[in-house]
């Protein structure tokens, strides 16, 4: 029942095309994207809220913190002033001052959760901050107090006790012991006076009431024992001033009194009521945090459990209906795939099932039935391809051996070339030694006829003409005859070299000028100049044979295209060292250089540009197999027309080819890629 219910369903799907089936399940995810998008979205504005919420406690934490950090800063500076005043210590204090109260009016007030307390703070932080300026008022007078109505009267009692001294004539005197008695208790005062002042000790000021008393005790036994009337004056005003210093201190003291008081019921009250609200501002801001966060994670819980739900409930759908979908589209299939799987195995009498549904699945089957048929008659044509196949091989054998007999003939072609040019190379020098050597036999006879005469003998002068007609006959044999036996000898090594291809160690500046002194007939017909740069000790490990084909065929090309209708010109032939492994030889002419075209075809075989003429096209194809394949170098093209052409080889220093490669089966290959540069 089962099988047959899905067979239903499949039939019931098939009626529906993929694409719809397909859209379906996009819906589907579609409306969950949607609906899902919504409730996120939905919970995100509350999410925002409380999360704005939280931001905006946290922002206000931090101007409590700044002003709660700026108060107790300003404090400490207070109390630092009051201990010990600079210009310095003021103006810090003004401009934290300003900070506070900036942070107050720019922040505190534009904050939206300390809007309502702003006021309390900045009345608590304004009575902080002024009074800062009554106590600052009260410093100056106590400065004052202190300097006119302490260290004055102190200076003037001083110079009084000097004047006494003065006016003592000696130090038996019996004022003497009173006067030093009272001397010692003013310096006791003065050092508790100044200990009292910098640090509000009591004990301190308790020192110097007592010494004040000591001084005023003394001040009458000495009037007793003053023995003139300079003495008693000085005491009289001693006395004064004494009294004076008494109600300055006493002054003095009170006004400290006062500082202190102003200090702890202004400055430090305030600063710990500026603290107390700050706290209490915090805890509200924590109350008010702990309950956006509780929204926030409250409304985070509700988004995941109905995003869950829903999202069960649409995969439950979205996976039944795919499972329907998916069954619908591969059940045909399997029947396609077994239908492909006999035809692919020569069953071709199977038929393809299916093939009358109207979805793309039916469109596949109908396809199928149709690649069956073609196999089968595709099947009828496999011996007429099998023929045409041997037919093309044989036409391919027959190519090649043309291929390779054309190759021959271009390089025997060559090598006759050389054969003519050398021969009337050597020639010239033969011909001018055969010459020398007649002239000089009909001297000699001439000589031996002289010589023999009956009629005088021979004469001094004779001699001489003869012995020196001689040397130059003799200087001029040996120097052809030499001229003659290089050419003949260089002719020889490389002839031996292009027709044995052996392998040998060579030095790469010998085989070059052995291969350009084979090259000279041809630069005597043709305008160029060559110029070779090839160091000394250049040794290769390769065959110096292939290196003079690659090196004539280069010049050859170069001479018949670059240098075309007697085209003056210069060719350089340099070579340096590449590493520890490799040799770069670089070929240039200035000639006419090669258009784009020209340049990507240079190395392919039976291309040429002057085919009316004679030309091959397998100069530069010979060449670069004999690079690449036969000493396993690199081979590159640079040029643009009318600037010239720039070959460069790179060789390896021990060839990496072999003769068996060029010459096993006679055939080369083509190259498989052409590297230039336009």
């Given at each position: 029942m089962a099988v047959l219910g899905r067979a239903r369903i499949v039939r019931v799907l098939r009626a529906v095309p993929i694409r719809w089936r397909i859209l379906s399940i996009a819906a589907l995810n579609t409306a969950v994207v949607i609906v899902l998008a919504?409730?996120?979205?939905?919970?995100?504005?509350?999410?925002?809220?409380?999360?704005?919420?939280?931001?905006?406690?946290?922002?206000?934490?931090?101007?409590?913190?700044?002003?709660?950090?700026?108060?107790?800063?300003?404090?400490?500076?207070?109390?630092?002033?009051?201990?010990?005043?600079?210009p310095e210590l003021f103006a810090e204090i003004l401009l934290l001052r300003e900070a506070v109260l900036g942070t107050l009016t720019t922040r505190a007030s534009t904050d939206p959760m300390l809007s309502g307390s702003v006021e309390e703070l900045e009345r608590?932080?304004?009575?902080?901050?002024?009074?800062?300026?009554?106590?600052?008022?009260?410093?100056?007078?106590?400065?004052?107090?202190?300097?006119?109505?302490?260290?004055?009267?102190?200076?003037?009692?001083?110079?009084?006790?000097?004047?006494?001294?003065?006016?003592?004539?000696?130090?038996?005197?019996?004022?003497?012991?009173?006067?030093?008695?009272?001397?010692?208790?003013?310096?006791?005062?003065?050092?508790?006076?100044?200990?009292?002042?910098?640090?509000?000790?009591?004990?301190?000021?308790?020192?110097?009431?007592?010494?004040?008393?000591?001084?005023?005790?003394?001040?009458?036994?000495?009037?007793?024992?003053?023995?003139?009337?300079?003495?008693?004056?000085?005491?009289?005003?001693?006395?004064?001033?004494?009294?004076?210093?008494?109600?300055?201190?006493?002054?003095?003291?009170?006004?400290?009194?006062?500082?202190?008081?102003?200090?702890?019921?202004?400055?430090?009250?305030?600063?710990?009521?500026?603290?107390?609200?700050?706290?209490?501002?915090?805890?509200?801001?924590?109350?008010?945090?702990?309950?956006?966060?509780?929204?926030?994670?409250?409304?985070?819980?509700?988004?995941?459990?109905?995003?869950?739900?829903?999202?069960?409930?649409?995969?439950?759908?979205?996976?039944?209906?795919?499972?329907?979908?998916?069954?619908?589209?591969?059940?045909?299939?399997?029947?396609?795939?077994?239908?492909?799987?006999?035809?692919?195995?020569?069953?071709?009498?199977?038929?393809?099932?299916?093939?009358?549904?109207?979805?793309?699945?039916?469109?596949?089957?109908?396809?199928?039935?149709?690649?069956?048929?073609?196999?089968?008659?595709?099947?009828?044509?496999?011996?007429?391809?099998?023929?045409?196949?041997?037919?093309?091989?044989?036409?391919?054998?027959?190519?090649?051996?043309?291929?390779?007999?054309?190759?021959?003939?271009?390089?025997?072609?060559?090598?006759?070339?050389?054969?003519?040019?050398?021969?009337?190379?050597?020639?010239?020098?033969?011909?001018?030694?055969?010459?020398?050597?007649s002239s000089f036999a009909r001297r000699v006879e001439m000589f031996e006829a002289a010589l023999r005469s009956p009629e005088g003998g021979l004469r001094r002068s004779q001699l001489e003409e003869f012995v020196r007609t001689s040397r130059d006959a003799s200087?001029?044999?040996?120097?052809?005859?030499?001229?003659?036996?290089?050419?003949?000898?260089?002719?020889?090594?490389?002839?031996?070299?292009?027709?044995?291809?052996?392998?040998?160690?060579?030095?790469?500046?010998?085989?070059?000028?052995?291969?350009?002194?084979?090259?000279?007939?041809?630069?005597?017909?043709?305008?160029?100049?060559?110029?070779?740069?090839?160091?000394?000790?250049?040794?290769?490990?390769?065959?110096?044979?292939?290196?003079?084909?690659?090196?004539?065929?280069?010049?050859?090309?170069?001479?018949?295209?670059?240098?075309?209708?007697?085209?003056?010109?210069?060719?350089?032939?340099?070579?340096?060292?590449?590493?520890?492994?490799?040799?770069?030889?670089?070929?240039?002419?200035?000639?006419?250089?090669?258009?784009?075209?020209?340049?990507?075809?240079?190395?392919?075989?039976?291309?040429?540009?002057?085919?009316?003429?004679?030309?091959?096209?397998?100069?530069?194809?010979?060449?670069?197999?004999?690079?690449?394949?036969?000493?396993?170098?690199?081979?590159?093209?640079?040029?643009?027309?009318?600037?010239?052409?720039?070959?460069?080889?790179?060789?390896?220093?021990?060839?990496?080819?072999?003769?068996?490669?060029?010459?096993?089966?006679?055939?080369?290959?083509?190259?498989?890629?052409?590297?230039?540069?336009?």
């Open positions: 919504a409730l996120i979205w939905n919970g995100a504005q509350v999410l925002g809220t409380a999360w704005d919420d939280v931001r905006q406690v946290r922002e206000s934490d931090k101007v409590l913190a700044l002003l709660e950090s700026e108060t107790s800063r300003l404090q400490n500076l207070i109390h630092r002033y009051i201990n010990q005043p600079s608590v932080t304004v009575r902080f901050l002024d009074g800062f300026g009554e106590l600052r008022g009260l410093q100056a007078t106590i400065s004052k107090t202190y300097e006119e109505e302490v260290l004055g009267p102190a200076r003037d009692i001083a110079g009084l006790y000097s004047v006494i001294e003065g006016a003592t004539g000696h130090r038996d005197a019996e004022i003497w012991p009173s006067l030093g008695k009272s001397r010692e208790s003013f310096t006791a005062m003065l050092v508790a006076a100044n200990s009292y002042y910098l640090s509000l000790a009591p004990a301190s000021a308790d020192d110097a009431r007592r010494n004040i008393e000591t001084i005023e005790k003394t001040i009458p036994v000495m009037s007793g024992l003053a023995d003139n009337d300079l003495q008693r004056q000085a005491l009289q005003r001693l006395s004064a001033r004494t009294a004076a210093l008494r109600a300055g201190f006493s002054r003095l003291t009170d006004q400290l009194s006062n500082r202190t008081e102003l200090l702890r019921n202004t400055i430090d009250a305030s600063q710990a009521e500026t603290i107390a609200a700050i706290d209490g501002l915090s805890v509200k801001m924590r109350q008010r945090e702990q309950k956006a966060q509780a929204t926030f994670d409250k409304t985070l819980r509700d988004i995941s459990r109905r995003v869950l739900s829903i999202a069960v409930i649409f995969l439950g759908i979205i996976l039944s209906a795919g499972v329907l979908i998916a069954l619908s589209i591969r059940l045909p299939l399997q029947q396609i795939m077994a239908a492909m799987r006999a035809i692919t195995l020569g069953d071709y009498d199977r038929k393809v099932q299916g093939t009358e549904a109207r979805d793309e699945v039916g469109a596949m089957a109908r396809a199928v039935e149709v690649f069956r048929e073609n196999a089968i008659a595709k099947r009828k044509t496999e011996d007429e391809l099998r023929t045409a196949k041997e037919k093309a091989e044989s036409a391919l054998l027959e190519l090649n051996a043309a291929q390779r007999n054309l190759i021959d003939a271009e390089r025997l072609a060559a090598l006759g070339g050389l054969v003519a040019g050398v021969a009337h190379e050597v020639n010239n020098p033969i011909g001018i030694s055969l010459t020398v050597a200087e001029q044999l040996v120097a052809n005859l030499q001229r003659a036996g290089e050419l003949i000898q260089s002719f020889k090594q490389v002839a031996v070299d292009r027709s044995h291809a052996e392998r040998r160690t060579f030095v790469l500046s010998e085989a070059t000028d052995q291969i350009i002194t084979s090259l000279k007939p041809v630069l005597k017909r043709a305008p160029v100049t060559l110029s070779v740069d090839v160091p000394e000790g250049l040794f290769i490990d390769g065959y110096p044979g292939f290196y003079g084909q690659i090196l004539t065929n280069l010049f050859l090309n170069a001479v018949n295209h670059a240098f075309a209708d007697g085209r003056a010109g210069t060719i350089s032939i340099t070579a340096r060292a590449r590493g520890a492994d490799d040799i770069e030889i670089i070929f240039a002419d200035n000639g006419a250089g090669m258009t784009p075209d020209v340049q990507r075809q240079a190395f392919d075989p039976f291309f040429t540009t002057r085919r009316n003429e004679g030309g091959t096209g397998l100069g530069l194809h010979i060449v670069y197999n004999l690079v690449t394949q036969q000493l396993g170098g690199r081979m590159m093209l640079e040029s643009r027309e009318g600037q010239g052409t720039t070959f460069r080889i790179i060789m390896p220093r021990v060839a990496k080819g072999g003769a068996e490669t060029a010459m096993g089966d006679g055939t080369t290959q083509w190259p498989n890629r052409t590297m230039s540069s336009t």
